[in-house]
C-alpha cells in the first residue's frame, strides 16, 4: 500500500532538457534583441528612408524585400553610377518624367551648351552616346525620349537639364538590370548619399511636379 | 658550394616575390575607391562644363559691387521691388522685409501664405511720404493689397488651382499679372476687377501664345506705356498695348554674352527709368538662370553691357553651377532698380540682395 516512489529523473534527460531550454531561451532574446534593433532602425528612419515612402507601414519599410535605387533629390549627377556598377554595362539608366518636362525647343539635356546650330545633328548633342532622342511635336513643342540600349548612366543630360530647365531627366536603377547586390558598388562611392532602399514592390522613386 | 648557393637565390628570390605581392596588395588597397571621392574616371566628353562659358571679357562689364550685400534673414526668397523713395522690398518665406540700401531692417509684414512677387506703387499726394504706399503682392492664385504699415487693404479672387503668379506690375489704374500655369498676363483695375487677358495664342491677331516650361514669367511697364512681357521659352521680350495687341519683340538664343542662354531665358527683368545709367534711358536689366548673368539692354533689345556674370555672383570668382534639384531650382534670381540707376540682384539660392553701381567712365 505503500506510494511507490517517483524514480529519480534520468540525469542525461535532465541535461538534455535544460540544454533545449536554454538554447530556446538564448534564440528567444537573440530575436528579440534583433526585433528592438530594427524596430529602433525604423523608429530613427533608418530602415528605409522615410520622407521616400510616406504610405509605407513599418512592415512594409523594414520586413518587405527591398532594392537599391536613387533619390533624385539627392543625386548630383556625378558621372559615378556609370563606372561602378559591377555590371559591364551600369544598371542606372537616364529616366524622363514627361509631366516635369518643359517640352523645351532649346532642351539643355539634349544639347550642347553652345550648339552649332538648333538640330538633331550629333556635333549638336550632349549626350555622348547619342541615346536621346528628339521628336517634334508642334511648334515651338518637342518631346525627348532615352534609348535605354544606348544610355550609361553618365548623368550629363541630368546635369545639363537641372541647370538650365526643370530637371524631368534623371537616373534610376534599372531593375530589370540590377542584380541587387547585398553592398552596391554605386552606393558605396555615391557621394551625396542618394542610393537608398526601397521596397521592392514599388521599386522607383519618381519626380513630381512640384515646380514645372 | 654552387649547390648551397643555388638554394639561396631560391629563398630570396621566393622572399622578394612574397614582399612584391604585399606591396602590389598595399598598393592596391590604397588606390581602392570605396567612396567615389577620385571621380567617375569617365573623359571629358562626359563632363558637363560651364566654365568656359561662365567667363565674361572685363571690358563688358560696365557695373560693380558698390555697397555690402544685404543679408534677407530668409530662407527662401522670391522677389525684390525698390520704392520711389528707395527702400527695398524682399517677398520671402510668409513676408515681406523692407530694408533701406543700407541693409536696415526698417519694417516687416506678416502674410498668410508665401508671396510670389510684388510690386510697390506711391500714390501721388501732396504729402510725400511714404504712408502713400501701396503693396501688391501676387501670391500663388490671387493677389493681395497691404499698405506700408502691412495692414491688408484687398485680396482679390482666387484665379483657381492652375494659377501660378510669378510677376505683377502695376501702371495707373492697372495691375498687371502674369500667371505662369494659365500662360497669360491678367489685366485688372485696381479694385480686382479683371479686364481683360493679354498673350492668349490668336491666329488672328498675330499671337503666339507664351511659352514658359519653368516658372519664372516676369513683366513690367515702360515708359513709353506698353506692357513688356517675357515670353521665355523663345526667349523674348515682348511689347504689348494694354488692349493686348502684340506691338514688337525683341531677344535671341546664345550662349555667347549677347543672348539669352538655356531653354527659358531671361527669367526676370526690370527696366531703367533713371538718367541714362547705362547709355540709355528705358534701358532692360536682364537676369538669366542656369547661367546666371544680369545684363543690360537698350530700349530696342541690342546687347549693351554686364552688370554681373557668374563670376560676380558667387563667392570667390569661380564659376559654379548647381549641384543638386534643389539647388538649380531656386537659381532663378529677381533683380530692381532705383531711380539712380543702381541694379539690386535678389540672390535666392543665398538669400542676399548684391547692390550693383555703373563703374564711372575716367577715360
Known sequence: ?212 | MDKRLGAMDIKAFIGILIGLVIVIAVVAVIRLDTTGEKGSGLGTDFEYNLEQLGKIDPNLILFEESAKPINTGFGTTHAISIDSYGAIYVAGDNAIRVFDDGGKLLNTIELPEAPMSLTVETIESEDSTTENLKIYVAMKDHVEIYNSQGKLLAGWKSLGDNAVLTGIAVSKNNVFVADAGNRIVWRYDTDGKIINRIGQKDEDRNIAGFVIPSPYFDLAVGRDGLLRVVNPGIHHIEAYTFEGDLEFSWGEFSSGVKGFCGCCNPVNFAILHGPDPAGADDSFVTCEKGLTRVKIYDPVGSFVGVVAGPEQLVEGGKVETCDTPADCQLGGFDVAVDSAGRVFVLDTIKNIVRIFSRIEDTS
Open chain 1, 1 to 212: 500500500m505503500a506510494e511507490k516512489s517517483k524514480p529519480l529523473p534520468d540525469r542525461r534527460k535532465f541535461l538534455a532538457e535544460a540544454f533545449r531550454y536554454a538554447a530556446l531561451g538564448t534564440l528567444g532574446v537573440i530575436g528579440g534583441a534583433a526585433f528592438a534593433k530594427r524596430y529602433r532602425m525604423v523608429q530613427e528612419g533608418k530602415c528605409v528612408e522615410s520622407g521616400l515612402c510616406k504610405e509605407c507601414s513599418l512592415f512594409e519599410k523594414c520586413y518587405k524585400p527591398q532594392v537599391w535605387q536613387i533619390d533624385p533629390y539627392k543625386c548630383i549627377a556625378c558621372g559615378n553610377c556609370a563606372t561602378y556598377c559591377v555590371l559591364e554595362e551600369s544598371a542606372v539608366k537616364c529616366v524622363q518624367v514627361y509631366p516635369v518636362c518643359g517640352y523645351c525647343k532649346i532642351c539643355f539635356g539634349f544639347f550642347e551648351p553652345e550648339p552649332y546650330d538648333i538640330n538633331e545633328g550629333a556635333e549638336n548633342q550632349l549626350c555622348p552616346t547619342g541615346a536621346i532622342k528628339r521628336t517634334y511635336i508642334e511648334d515651338p513643342y518637342y518631346e525627348y525620349t532615352i534609348d535605354e540600349s544606348l544610355c550609361i548612366g553618365c548623368g550629363k543630360c541630368v546635369k545639363g537639364c537641372n541647370t538650365f530647365g526643370n530637371g524631368s531627366f534623371f537616373l534610376q536603377v534599372r531593375h530589370d538590370r540590377c542584380l541587387n547586390c547585398n553592398e552596391c558598388a554605386i552606393a558605396a562611392a555615391c557621394p551625396s548619399g542618394a542610393f537608398v532602399r526601397v521596397p521592392a514592390d514599388r521599386p522607383y522613386l519618381l519626380k513630381e511636379v512640384d515646380h514645372a
